[in-house]
């Protein structure tokens, strides 16, 4: 059964930084690529930053490059993202995501609120 638990949302004052992890069970996960995404409120969910499995690609939205910086330790089956000089279009529920045989899965979610 495959699990992907979010943790690190925080309420933070704008300029500010903060580190998200995902914790993975369920499934071989340094087989697979893996994501982080996001929902603001009234908005569509997108993609912020994806991982291969060796961690040696990585692709961002173009809103948070050379803001954010996603990567993972397959030894322990965590994802992180390493957030910096946020600001308060970055508040939003993150989601961890992996695509496993055909299906997506998705964590709960943390909420990361960016106001002074």
């Known amino acids: 059964q495959v699990q992907l638990v979010e943790s690190g949302g925080d309420l933070v004052q704008p300029g500010g930084s903060l580190r998200l992890s995902c914790a993975a069970s369920?499934?071989?996960?340094?087989?697979?690529?893996m994501g982080w995404y996001r929902q603001a409120p009234g908005k569509k969910r997108m993609m912020v930053a994806l991982?291969?499995?060796?961690?040696?690609?990585?692709n961002y939205a173009d809103s948070v490059k050379g803001r954010f910086t996603i990567s993972r330790d397959n030894a322990r089956n965590t994802m992180n993202l390493q957030m910096s000089s946020l600001n308060s279009e970055d508040t939003a529920v993150y989601y961890c995501y992996v695509f496993y045989y055909g299906m997506d899965y998705w964590g709960r979610g943390t909420l990361v609120t960016v106001s002074s």
């Open positions: 369920g499934f071989p996960f340094s087989r697979w690529d």
């Open positions: 991982i291969d499995r060796d961690g040696d690609i990585t």
